[in-house]
């Protein structure tokens, strides 16, 4: 059956970026147009697109709502939306105009009560987004620490309704140093909930890697600078990723 590689879509101030380490002012701009970017790995192959409102983490509003719609209703796969999502009333303009799954983050760590509502709402739409550095859940863009580690969020959250947990391990996300393949595996394994990689891949041998964990409940991986950067071919991450356990 295999995992899923989903390309990233991270928007900001109108355009396709990168952060570095969360970093607001380590940006790297790859489309002017956010859509453009969605649009090129779709032809690419992508059979699901992750997209961040990075404007929106920070800020706690989404800035880019309308090309969200533009590239679910023009682009027709599945989309994944997170970034600042923190009211029932945003869930509901996502999930309305065809977003298949919205993402949570903050809020699952400040505001229990509107995740597990909106997860009891709309069950299996609603996935964590839990970020981490060196162990212990960050928030609010990743500005924020707590003393929370991303297992205990994740098991906090076991028969809510949650779609999936994408874990991102803060130090590696957006520098290519490879996944975190033994925190990955000890959140899908101990947080019980089906599992999405996130930061640091490099190259096929890191989807190898990840594609390693599908028994253990990871279901997909997410790329993002390996694939605007040319480390990574989509085509290839997709064919690994779909063949299941890495030789």
């Known amino acids: 059956m295999g995992i899923v590689v989903i390309p990233a879509v991270d928007m900001m ?13 380590r940006e790297t701009r790859y489309f002017e147009d956010p859509f453009n970017a969605a649009k090129n790995w779709v032809e690419c192959g992508a059979k699901r697109l992750h997209l961040v409102d990075l404007d929106a983490a920070k800020k706690g509003a989404p800035a880019h ?23 029932m009333e945003v869930v509901e303009q996502y999930l309305g105009m065809g977003a298949r799954w919205v993402i949570v983050g903050t809020a699952a760590v400040d505001d229990r009560d509107f995740v597990l509502a909106a997860a009891s709402r709309f069950p299996e739409r609603i996935i964590l987004g839990i970020d981490a550095k060196d162990g212990l859940v960050k928030t609010k863009g990743w500005v924020e620490g707590t003393a929370l580690t991303a297992v205990e969020l994740a098991r906090s959250y076991i028969n809510a309704g949650i779609a999936a947990v994408i874990y991102t391990d803060i130090v590696k996300d957006g520098v290519g140093g490879g996944v975190d393949i033994e925190g990955t595996k000890r959140l899908a394994v101990e947080g019980k909930i089906p599992t999405i990689a996130s930061g640091g891949i490099k190259d096929i ?18 790329a993002g600078r390996s694939l ?19 030789e």
């Open 13 to 25: 101030g109108g355009r396709a970026v990168r952060l570095s380490q969360g970093d607001f002012n």
């Open 65 to 87: 709502m309308d090309t969200v719609a533009r590239i679910v209703s023009e682009l027709h796969v599945p989309v994944e939306i997170g970034g600042g999502i923190r009211s």
């Open 205 to 222: 041998d890191n989807i190898r890697a990840v594609a390693a964990l599908e028994e253990d409940g990871v279901i997909g991986v997410i």
């Open 228 to 246: 605007y950067e040319g480390t990574l071919d989509l085509a290839e991450a997709i064919s690994a990723a779909e063949g299941g356990k890495a």
